[in-house]
């Protein structure tokens, strides 16, 4: 929502504007998205709109497989690595001392 007096521009949300706009960056997958500091928020009715669907254990799992899977992959690809880096020195090691 927005009003307009004169050349002043005032912008403001309502908790239905909220829900809408975490709705449509969840429903179009965005990795987030932005709210203007919401000062007047003195019972924080618009905050808690913005979080209304992260109670939902759905969700939590969602960002637990985002943090994990990461993390898995590359303790995957260091493990790989080392392996590699580690058969590589024995058998240059043991040409070394069959010489």
């Keep these: ?3 307009i007096n004169g050349s002043v521009w005032i912008g403001y949300d309502d908790v239905k504007a909220i829900r809408t706009k975490v709705f449509y960056a ?3 997958r965005l990795l ?3 709210v203007w500091h919401a000062s007047n928020d003195d019972n924080w009715v618009l ?3 913005a979080q209304e669907d992260e109670k ?3 969700n939590k799992r969602q960002q ?3 943090i994990l899977l990461p993390i ?8 790989v690595s080392a392996t590699w880096y580690l058969r590589k020195g024995a058998r240059r090691n043991k040409g070394w001392m069959d010489d």
């Design 56 to 58: 939902d254990p759905r």
């Design 72 to 79: 898995a992959a590359t303790f995957t690809l260091v493990l």
């Design 32 to 34: 987030g998205y932005k």
């Design 64 to 66: 637990l497989l985002v």
């Design 1 to 3: 929502m927005s009003q």
């Design 47 to 49: 905050s808690k709109a």
């Design 26 to 28: 969840r429903e179009k």
